[in-house]
């Protein structure tokens, strides 16, 4: 598993996250580019199932990174995010997906240093993690092999 | 039962209602719903310890609300899913006749929302011992257990979305299912059609599930539906203090935060 | 099919050093839909900016993918050079290759990868977008201002010299505020009605403002540009049209013993009175509840004497609508209740009084005309104990946070004192001395030094009577904590400033979020400090937290300044990345069940119900509706939308969807 | 072909199932698992559920499964490349232990996907599979078999049904051509069966509820009798779980699965007692009520399919009523109808 380059999106907040990882970026700290980051208006836009989505597509790790409680530009995006992603990881856990596979962090415009910290652990920890087998098995592009889908 | 029959004929003779939701023989050992709406259907009714069912879904059915005002016999389940409802805006305050099925036989008839809460309050809500002990089984299970415990379950899965008509919380017109831009849930019933669509089932009824079990009962193959959001309960419940269908004004909790939500995964 | 540009851009070597852009530019122009790819050095430059324009009309390009610095930085920019080009600006996007690639890797296969994964993201995006026009808003160029203090005072004259209309609204008989109670102003001592009343004059005569005292905003519906509000004029029984002000009547009223409200219960006022001499408007209220006529039905004193005939005793309250375009909260703050300390003894001595009572002792118009007496037996006081602190910074018993205004009206009050009493000595009990502002500190030392006030650094633990006099316990902290015992003549505690009372009612009337001590909240803390979440309302003054007159006044200015620049124009033109709720022909109407659990969500009260009627106007179905108005496009409901009935622009699902799966499958 | 009969023992069932593994049949039969019982591909005789009533679901997806990919397709710069799916890349398949109503199910769906154009994706897995039934010892309450022209003891659709007759004999008719060959693999395992059996006395008794020719012709004259409809929908609450688990109904969907290079079309089962089944993109829906919808489902089945593929669409096999949620009993409504 020496050379597995791990896939890991990362879905993160306009106003903190996304800014702090310009700022990473104006900092010139080096980080891992196995994280792509999309960028959403608010954590509080991010449905839980676009973390589902995420994995079916051959993600192997996700970040999700918002302004730190009481910094949304909205005040209360983060919050509600929040709450969901409580229920949402409890939920994972039970059905037994790997919550390990997935960091959640506030990450403030201010913290470029920390940014790049999320990033490297995270990717040294789903390296160490490997892929995502079991998601993998029954991920989208399992249906694009010659024999594709159980005809059962 | 005579008392119960006597009861409905009654409001049926004087207009209170115009159609009663209650339990009718079914078929074996089944009970089914039955739709009173003259003295001599009346007599049809039935009340046994088989007549579990929750009924409130049938409040929202189309074709049922548009046979008059309604009444309806209701369980514990059935109290919540209409308090739940009510703070979810489907059914307002009046306009349902409620009669409850007390355990000694007797029969209740709540007036408002407020008397309901008020008896929920005094009675046992909660999901029962066999449940919890299963839910606690899974719990101990390492994650890739789980996951091939689910997988087997969820294999077994045909889409045939009964949990879903059953439930009567999933009044949605258009369920996330249906929507296709973008196809968020694939609708082929293969493992990953599968497992999104009961995550996201489950999510969606987070904090609004009132562990009726009508998912579990309903589905043909036998998969326990009902744990996944089951699970859910006591973590919401401890988390922001909510338990759905319990108040007919419920801020629903997901709807809402406190700024000291506690978490212990965020960094 | 689209026809997508994709413009991949060097930035000198900021991107080029680490990034093959040719290569980028090459495989990405092999995607479907991409029409036309190409790689520049500046791509922000004027030259840059053209060659994009160019492609545009020369490829009659649908989408445009810039691949360059942060859209943080340049989005506008490039969105701006799209619609020069005749494409709209919301077909424009840009992939953040330099901050989040060529300058945190090195230089290698994986940079280069990477950048050409985040250009494909956008792509896909971009076939997706919409073409999006801005929303307009037709604006009422009217302002309500609730509060007559300085602050709403300040905000009233700043907006209504800007042109506009102006509705204020105060709740008591007249405007003025607390600052019309003060005595002198730290720190340069200026007389406080001096410098007000002629700016309360001018409210009441400039053409542009309406005044309603006594009055109180009942209701607020509709939002930024077109807020409908209610306001209720509760009944003054007086024909103000008539009234003369002569003030006959309050001279003539057989009751005489009804504590002043303005005087802090220091002196007593009739029944039908005038809250103080300056006030403004200079016409009598009768207060019913203290009225011989309301409460026995006998007297009318007041309407025998009344020479034009003015009262009137069977007037009801009156309940106004007016429009307005934008919303000033002014309404200022209130000192916590004494009886917050019992081991002060305030409210069982009469000479432990409250900051305020000694204002209107200090005050040339007060109760004592100017001079300091005890309440208790009218004697001068020798010495003098001022309690800092009393209630701030206390979270086991009082406020947690710092009132603010505190340490500096105490070392005004000291210095007062000493002006006025030559041989009296006054002590400070204090926890820390907080004079940041301009002239501040300075005005403190002179209260130590020139005045020779002592300052003592400790709590009072306690404060109980003996033999005429106060004895009050506590410790000095700077000489090791040992214990002081004062016996004073008169104490003054400077308690905590709170939020008004009923200010929570009040924002939930008005629709604005309060933060834990029911203070309005500001909508972010250093960057909109006037600005509430609810687009259009705005704060001014101590209703947000405890300030002093000069913060109240410039954040009064600061809110006007808002407004005005809110009534610039016509219409408000707003960024259309709002929500929007789905919407399809009868019989559906809508995929909305109308649950409204995504209500609650909304920070900018954004989600409205509608009611679709049938012709007989019965109602079909109830249904959210995003009011474009108020979103400001945070997605918060889109993603708690169980039927995904409702999107939002330029972070649709099609989009996020879209984006993911083109991140991860290359 | 003229039926043979024979015995085999029921000792030797392990060996069958051995023998059809070893000559490269997959092998389909009942499974139990938990409380449900699956038609699911098996190694040997012990994973097999030959003592129950019905297994949950019919046994149609060995022609017509639940997900089935029918075309895959790459998305280039500016054109579509097609990879069809072959429709004779399918094995050839044994169904064994079965009932004779899901072997007679096959009668609807042959007669459906048969008609042109035909469906090959169903007529070749169904050419391929071998169907072994199991005639039926005992019914419940549900079954009807009787009642639609079928029996406990139908052998319609079957290419050889056993029949328990005593602890260790089974009775092996040999009913098609194709269930000739495949009892080669068996031959010396069968003993020859005496002419004198009455295969009858080892079958349950199904009573018949109701004349089907009543139903057919009572059920298509009742197109607008919405107020049968609607009482015996009432409690309808609009889930596919009946049509998921009936041998003959066949409604199908294609969707198409793609990310941003390739695709897939598949098809899956359909339900017409969904309320999307009909629904236009407009937001019409011709059947916008439940009981529209059960009309459509009994219409469909005692009308159309009788009418223009003279078969009746239901096997008696109570299925349906068993998955009910909410206790639709089929079998009662069909009573109801004939006796209008």
């Not at chain 2, 006749?97 to 407020?114: I, M, Q, R, W, Y």
């Not at chain 3, 340490?407 to 400070?428: E, I, S």
């Not at chain 4, 639609?148 to 092996?172: C, W």
Request: proline share 4%; with cysteine.
């Amino acid at each position: 598993m020496q050379d597995f380059e791990p896939k890991i999106v990362a879905f993160v907040c306009n106003w903190c996250t996304y800014a702090g990882a310009d700022l990473t970026g104006t900092s010139r700290i080096k980080y891992s580019a196995n994280v792509k980051i999309i960028r959403f208006p608010c954590t509080g836009r991010i449905d839980f199932m676009i973390l589902m989505k995420a994995f079916e597509n051959g993600a192997d790790g996700i970040i999700v990174s918002g302004c730190h409680p009481n910094d949304c530009h909205y005040s209360t995006g983060n919050f509600h995010a929040r709450r969901r992603w409580i229920v949402f990881r409890n939920l994972l856990n039970f059905t037994g997906i790997d919550t390990d596979r997935i960091q959640f962090s506030w990450v403030s415009a201010a913290e470029g240093f920390k940014w790049a910290d999320v990033v490297n652990n995270c990717t040294k920890k789903i390296k160490e993690l490997g892929p995502y087998e079991n998601y993998n098995k029954i991920a989208v592009s399992t249906l694009f092999n010659e024999e594709g889908t159980s005809n059962e | 039962m005579n008392d119960m029959i006597k009861k409905v004929t009654q409001l049926l003779t004087d207009k209170t209602i115009d159609v009663f939701i209650g339990y009718g023989k079914g078929s074996a050992d089944r009970s089914r719903a039955i739709f009173v709406r003259t003295a001599e259907q009346a007599e049809n009714l039935v009340f046994s310890a088989n007549c579990t069912q929750n009924l409130a879904g049938y409040l929202l059915k189309h074709e049922v609300k548009h046979l008059g005002k309604l009444g309806i016999l209701a369980n514990v389940a059935a109290l919540r899913s209409i308090l739940q409802l009510a703070s979810e805006f489907q059914i307002k305050d009046g306009e349902v006749l409620v009669l409850f099925a007390n355990p000694d036989g007797s029969f209740t008839e709540f007036l408002d929302f407020h008397s309901i809460e008020g008896y929920l309050l005094t009675t046992e809500t909660g999901i029962t011992s066999g449940e919890q002990e299963r839910i606690a089984a899974l719990e101990a299970m390492s994650v890739s257990e789980r996951w091939t415990f689910w997988n087997q379950e969820f294999e077994k899965c045909i889409k045939c979305y009964a949990c879903r008509a059953a439930c009567p919380m999933c009044y949605c017109h258009r369920c996330t299912t249906d929507v296709n831009q973008p196809q968020w849930i694939p609708v082929a019933s293969h493992e990953r059609g599968n497992l999104d669509y009961h995550l996201m089932r489950a999510m969606h009824l987070a904090g609004r599930c009132v562990n009726c079990g009508e998912c579990a009962n309903a589905c043909p193959m036998d998969i326990p539906l009902n744990l996944l959001t089951y699970q859910l309960i006591s973590p919401i419940k401890a988390g922001f203090g909510a338990t759905a269908g319990m108040k007919s004004d419920a801020v629903y909790a997901l709807s809402t935060y406190k700024p000291d939500d506690k978490e212990n995964f965020i960094i | 099919m689209s026809r997508i540009g994709v413009f991949v851009c060097h930035c000198g070597e900021n991107i080029s050093a680490t990034v093959n852009c040719e290569k980028v530019a090459k495989i990405t122009g092999e995607l479907k839909g991409v029409e036309f790819s190409t790689d520049y050095k500046y791509m922000c430059s004027d030259p840059g900016q053209t060659l994009l324009k160019e492609a545009i009309k020369e490829h009659k390009l649908d989408g445009v993918v810039v691949a360059a610095c942060s859209p943080r930085m340049h989005e506008p920019t490039f969105r701006k050079a799209c619609a020069e080009a005749g494409l709209n600006p919301f077909l424009c996007e840009m992939s953040n290759i330099r901050e989040h690639c060529s300058w945190v890797h090195p230089k290698d296969d994986l940079t280069t990868e990477k950048a050409e994964d985040l250009v494909r993201v956008m792509v896909e995006k971009v076939k997706k977008n919409k073409a999006l026009k801005s929303i307009k808003v037709p604006v009422t160029k009217t302002a309500l201002v609730i509060g007559g203090g300085i602050a709403g005072i300040q905000a009233a004259l700043d907006i209504a010299n800007c042109g506009h209309k102006v509705i204020m609204v105060e709740k008591l008989p007249s405007i003025g505020g607390h600052m019309s109670q003060l005595s002198e102003t730290f720190p340069t001592l200026d007389c406080s009605q001096c410098i007000l009343t002629p700016r309360m004059v001018e409210i009441a005569q400039h053409p542009n403002i309406t005044l309603h005292t006594y009055s109180e905003v009942e209701s607020v519906d509709g939002f930024i540009g077109n807020f409908k509000i209610k306001i209720r004029k509760k009944s003054k029984s007086l024909d103000e049209h008539l009234c003369t002000g002569c003030g006959l009547c309050t001279t003539k009223c057989p009751q005489k013993k009804i504590p002043n409200e303005f005087e802090r219960g220091l002196g007593f006022r009739p029944a039908i009175y005038v809250p103080f001499p300056q006030a403004v408007p200079n016409k009598p209220v009768i207060d019913r509840e203290n009225c011989t006529y309301y409460i026995k039905g006998k007297c009318k004193v007041c309407e025998i004497v009344c020479p034009t005939k003015a009262i009137r005793f069977d007037q009801e309250d009156e309940v106004i609508e007016v429009e307005a375009g934008a919303i000033v909260m002014a309404t200022g703050f209130d000192v916590l209740k004494s009886d917050y300390f019992p081991e002060y003894g305030f409210g069982k001595y009469k000479d432990v009084i409250d900051g305020l009572q000694f204002e209107r002792l200090a005050s040339a118009s007060g109760p004592t005309q100017g001079e300091i007496r005890r309440p208790s037996d009218g004697q001068v006081p020798k010495k003098i104990v001022f309690v800092a602190c009393a209630g701030s910074r206390d979270p086991a018993k009082g406020i947690e946070y710092c009132s603010k205004i505190c340490c500096m009206y105490t070392a005004k009050h000291a210095m007062l004192y000493k002006h006025k009493v030559h041989d009296g000595t006054p002590y400070v009990f204090y926890m820390d001395i907080r004079a940041g502002g301009k002239m501040y500190e300075e005005f403190v030392r002179r209260t130590i030094v020139e005045d020779g006030t002592h300052y003592v650094r400790g709590r009072v633990s306690t404060i109980y009577e003996k033999n005429g006099k106060l004895i009050v316990k506590g410790a000095d902290t700077l000489m090791g904590g040992i214990p002081i015992e004062i016996e004073a003549d008169m104490v003054v505690l400077a308690t905590a400033g709170v939020a008004n009372k009923g200010a929570e009612e009040l924002a939930q009337t008005v629709h604005i979020s309060y933060d834990s001590y029911k203070f309005f909240a500001e909508a972010h803390p250093k960057l909109k400090p006037v600005e509430t979440n609810t687009a259009g309302i705005f704060l001014a003054g101590a209703c947000q937290a405890p300030k002093d007159i000069p913060e109240s006044v410039a954040a009064a200015s600061g809110a006007a300044v808002k407004v005005a620049a809110l009534f610039s124009n016509d219409e408000l033109t707003r960024d259309p990345l709002v929500a929007v709720v789905n919407r399809q022909a009868a019989p559906v109407y809508s995929a909305c069940v109308g649950c409204f659990l995504c209500q609650s969500v909304c920070p900018y009260q954004a989600i409205e119900r509608e009611e679709i009627k049938s012709r007989s106007g019965e109602i079909i179905k109830t249904l959210a509706r995003v009011n474009e108005g108020l979103c400001q496009g945070c997605g918060t409901c889109v993603a708690l939308c169980r039927t995904k009935a409702i999107d939002i622009h330029g972070y649709s699902n099609q989009q996020v969807y879209t984006e993911i799966m083109a991140l991860l499958n290359d | 072909m003229e039926k043979e009969l024979k015995i085999l023992k029921y000792s030797e069932l392990s060996k069958l199932i051995e023998r059809f593994r070893s000559n490269g049949y997959p092998v389909l039969a009942p499974v139990r698992k938990g409380k449900v019982v699956e038609i699911e591909l098996v190694e040997s005789l012990d994973a097999i559920a030959l003592d129950v009533l019905l297994s949950t679901q019919s046994a149609k997806k060995a022609a017509f499964p639940k997900v089935e990919k029918v075309l895959r397709y790459t998305l280039g710069k500016s054109e579509v490349q097609q990879f069809p799916v072959d429709p004779e890349a399918c094995p050839d398949t044994i169904l064994f232990g079965v009932r004779p109503c899901d072997a007679s199910g096959f009668k609807s769906l042959d007669a459906i996907f048969g008609e042109a154009p035909a469906d090959q994706f169903y007529l070749k897995k169904k050419e391929k599979t071998t169907i072994i039934s199991f005639s039926c010892p005992t019914a419940d309450e549900y079954c009807f078999c009787t009642s639609v022209g079928g029996g406990p003891g139908n052998t319609a659709g079957s290419d050889l049904q056993f029949t328990g007759i005593s602890k260790d004999d089974i009775l092996v008719e040999i009913l098609t051509e194709k269930g000739a060959k495949l009892s080669l693999l068996f031959a010396d395992l069968l003993s020859e069966a005496g002419a004198s059996i009455d295969k009858s006395k080892f079958l349950a008794d199904v009573k018949v509820a109701f004349k089907v020719d009543s139903v057919v012709e009572k059920t298509t004259a009742s197109f607008g009798n919405a107020t049968l409809w609607l009482e015996q929908s009432l409690r309808c609450i609009g889930c596919g779980a009946c049509a998921f688990v009936c041998p003959t109904c066949a409604c199908f969907d294609f969707q198409d699965e793609q990310n941003t290079k390739n695709g897939v079309r598949l098809r899956l089962w359909d339900s017409c007692g969904f309320s999307l089944f009909t629904l236009h993109t407009s937001g019409h829906n011709p059947r916008e009520v439940q009981s529209q919808r059960w009309r459509q489902r009994i219409m469909h089945k005692f009308a159309y399919m009788p009418e223009q593929l003279h078969v009746v669409g239901c096997e008696g096999c109570g299925r349906c009523s068993r998955a009910c949620p909410v206790d639709m009993n089929i079998k009662e409504h069909l009573t109801a109808i004939s006796l209008i």
